[in-house]
């Protein structure tokens, strides 16, 4: 291609924050949950969309905290995180037995 400007894809993106009672990794729904569970979040493939929903967990200050959008792709079983990163965050902590990693080793 030429000089020009080319149009770039969209990556894909999950909404993620903190939960604020527990600290745990969450991610927002189509029906505005907070899941742990990173296949359950919703998918936004439009770059506005995903401001709109990123704007909409910034206001949940008694909710969550630290919001972001992590960038994600379309997996069998729901969304996937791309980033070592967000991989690493939905496994949860790792240094005592508790929470995601426990129930992981039942």
Known sequence: MG???MSRAYTPKVVTANALAEGDV???TSDDRWTRDHAEAELIEDEAHAQLRLLKAEHQKNVVVGAYLADAKAG???PEPIHFREVFRTRGPSNYAHGKQEARHV
Request: hydrophobic share 20%.
């Open 26 to 28: 969450v991610y927002l």
């Open 76 to 78: 069998p079983k729901g």
């Open 3 to 5: 000089t020009g400007q």
